[in-house]
């Protein structure tokens, strides 16, 4: 349908996959991780530092791009990646998750229909529904388009997540028409300005339960999408449970196409998903803590802040070829952290991207090795080894 | 005396000098702007978007670094330089004008012997001589350390401002003495882990008053400094009488050495003090209004968060190669304002800085083809138009 969208697996090991991802912007090697640009900026980064750190694709939120700026200001100025500066692979996600997540504050009134909220900036009452959120995205113009879904919360019981799942494969439904829609005519959508070649992705729902991931998982697949996303997790629930409902959940996906499982996660969480079949991810993690002067290493996280790194002139993690491993000591970050300094919060996201893209690089170096398995293990032993040590030490 | 320190004039044309100052950490192109690294970081920059933009020399804050995270602790990790990962020429200033301009909230107290004040880090008593703040600036280890200096305010009476030049020429006899010691025998100092090769400037003071310039002139040249710095201006005086005062100070200064209009200034000022022969600034303008949404431009300055700038998809200054402009839209930049993204800050400092350094640079080509006179009323003429049809479009 797309011509320009594809993905094609080069390597498998065990359930781990390595493929690359193709799209009107680029290539992306999987599996791959997406650095968050909540309001088309990746925060403390430039694209230039983005590019440097190794990252192939941004995400960016369709919640926040619609309220401020605005998707038919953006769609004006050319698109997303002209006016973010991003000319790499992009992917919006579908508004929904912001508008649960953000729950109360938005004073949140979700029908059978769409969602009404508002506005977190100042207030004005706004509705979106799945036709709204295509919209917004087709006039975004990212490379992948998220259809707009229902995210659980955690714990619900069995009959609210049915309920939530239901709606969600209706929205799916909705979403899928209407992104279709505009794919054979673009032109027709008011506000179009330019020719987006855009892939978009299906998410499967369902919370903790098996019987009704599955039934997600069937009737959102049959509904042809470019892609599959496994929403709901990393909402609450214990790590091992979010685990088995990967595990279980990828594997009623199509083999030949991307699977990516939204807003996850921690380090050692993307490396077994990773054995789980799963080849994209996003998180805030390495970016928002990275603010707060928790950096990543492979021996576990450090915070920036703590007293036992004032006189340290080691780097963040000894060995790392980040720009700030190579440049900085801890004692020099710590001093910018309690100074309040931007650029501390610069430095600190380029060393806790690098080393994410980093990890991704090395599965994916594993995957082709048929070495997976070895590097799991060795990865969540050093990395949970250290953390603790650490956290005493802090 | 210091081997590694020397600055040779290449050109000259009218008041206006072009030169080479070498230090042990590379040469700088003279009239030269420093960027203000206040707390050993220029804010929203790496070291790297500082090479980016042209910088060649960084100034720091004794005063700030001296409260936290503390000379020795820098000392000991390797000086200055080491700890900022800034490899090219530093300059720290005195601390004795951050003190003064801190004034009230730090309740200062000044006598013979030097300032009392409190922390406005955590409110602790602090006391700095003449000798600490040289001893302070030598652990530091930039290529060039300041004088301690007494800061007058504007407006004050001749009596006020002969009281405290006469004081700072009793300070400049003391961090002469002082600073010279230590250049003899680093070791001695308690604390000194390296043994940097400085140089000292000495500082003009004297108000407003010509006759108090001249004896303060007089007599710090006589104490032999490696250069010289005009300082108390900038303070709140109108810009014709800092303009005349620069001039006049200028010319009793010797025409070997480089001379430093200290905390100066926007960028007309910058041309009009180049025209009277000083070759080096400093000042938080171009970063600090870069934080707060103000970008000069060979135009006059814009305000990015004005709303004429909301649909506008032109640069921040049509034909500026830094990488902003090559990069971001007004537009863009406006939204990463208005939604307080850290890359605004930093996209703006790239902006501002490359403004002044790039000015500082065809300055240099003007004195160098002798047409400095051409430049100086080409680039007043079109400042100053521009600026005020923005001030009226904003």
Known sequence: MNETFSFHLTHTDGGARKGKLSTAHGVVDTPAFMPVGTRGSVRAMTPRDLRDVGAQVVLANTYHLFLRPGDERIARLGGLHKFMAWSGPLLTDSGGFQVFSLGKRLSVDIDDEGVSFRSHLDGSKHRLTPDDAIDIQVRLGADIAMMFDECTAFPVSSDEARVSMERTLRWARRSRERFLKWQAAPASLPGMMTTPTQAQFGII??????????????????????????????????????????????????????????????????????????????????????????????????????????????????????????????????????????????????????????????????????????????????????????????
């Open 205 to 394: 729902q369902g919370g903790v339960f098996p019987s009704l991931r599955e039934f997600s998982a069937r009737e959102t697949v049959a509904m042809d999408f470019d892609g599959y996303a496994i929403g709901g997790l990393s909402v609450g629930e214990p790590s091992g449970v979010m685990s088995s409902v990967v595990s279980r959940t990828a594997m009623l996906l199509p083999v030949k196409q991307p699977r990516y499982l939204m807003g996850v996660g921690m380090p050692d969480e993307l490396v077994d998903a990773v054995a789980s079949g799963v080849d994209l991810f996003d998180c805030v993690l390495p970016t928002r803590n990275a603010r707060n002067g928790q950096l990543f290493t492979r021996f576990g996280p450090i915070s920036i802040k703590a007293a036992v790194h004032a006189d340290d002139d080691a780097p963040p993690e000894p060995g790392c070829t980040c720009y700030t491993c190579q440049h900085f000591s801890r004692a020099y970050l710590r001093h910018l952290h309690l100074s309040n300094e931007i650029s501390a919060a610069t430095l600190n996201t380029i060393h806790n991207l690098h080393f994410y893209l980093d990890t991704m690089r090395r599965m994916r170096e594993a995957i082709a090795f048929g070495s997976f398995d070895k590097f799991r293990l060795a990865f969540q032993r050093t990395y949970a080894r250290r953390s603790r040590q650490e956290f005493q030490g802090d």
